[in-house]
């Protein structure tokens, strides 16, 4: 809703609906995309690097800090992609992009105070992962799936598979 405010009815301050901003980043080394989950995500659960911007930062610096933070890569591209608003449980602007690394230079440090574990996946795995009907909806075996449908990090994956442009950025 366009305008969305609130008038204190004692002091007449107006507050606006809050919404922080939060770059989600498919990087790719050419072939494979990296994949990562938390501790809390459900078992099996796969996404792509997300994390908060900081005050006073570009979304291509945000990108290549969270992704340099949680596994240690260094972001040669990056190309926007989609945005999504997703309101629980803080009100967050998702900012989806693609982003490559050089080649060789793939070898991942997860960093264990923000994810669970990190990894690279080929082509037909991820196509495979996402033909899977939702797993909220049958056993969760522990097997790898991906984010439904409705979270832009499933539309980014997707249109990793789907746009081999993807792997390999523009200049
Ligand atoms: N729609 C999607 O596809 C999708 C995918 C991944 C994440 N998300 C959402 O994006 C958000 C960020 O993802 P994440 O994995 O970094 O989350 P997270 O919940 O793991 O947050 C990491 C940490 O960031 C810090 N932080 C910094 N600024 C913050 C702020 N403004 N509000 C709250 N915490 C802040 C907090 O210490 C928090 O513990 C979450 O709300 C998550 O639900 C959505």
Not at 31 to 54: E, I, N
Not at 60 to 69: F, M, S
Request: glycine content about 6%.
């Amino acid at each position: 809703m366009a305008g969305s405010k609130r008038v204190c009815p004692s002091n007449k301050i107006i507050y606006y609906p809050q919404m922080a901003p939060v770059v989600i980043t498919l990087v790719s080394d050419g072939t494979r995309c990296l994949l990562a989950r938390q501790s809390s995500f459900p078992k099996g659960m796969y996404s792509a690097l997300a994390g908060f911007c900081d005050i006073g930062e570009s979304l291509e610096e945000a990108v290549r800090r969270e992704v340099a933070e949680e596994v240690g890569l260094e972001v040669e591209r990056l190309q926007y992609s989609a945005s999504q608003h997703w309101p629980f449980p803080n009100s967050s602007l998702m900012i989806a992009c693609h982003a490559t690394v050089k080649p060789g230079q793939t070898e991942i440090q997860v960093n264990l105070k923000e994810l669970e574990a990190a990894g690279w996946f080929s082509h037909d795995e991820v196509a495979t992962a996402l033909r899977k009907k939702s797993p909220y909806t049958q056993q969760q075996d522990g097997t790898f799936w991906l984010p439904p449908k409705l979270a832009i990090a499933h539309q980014l994956i997707k249109e990793w598979v789907e746009k081999p442009s993807c792997s390999t950025l523009p200049a």
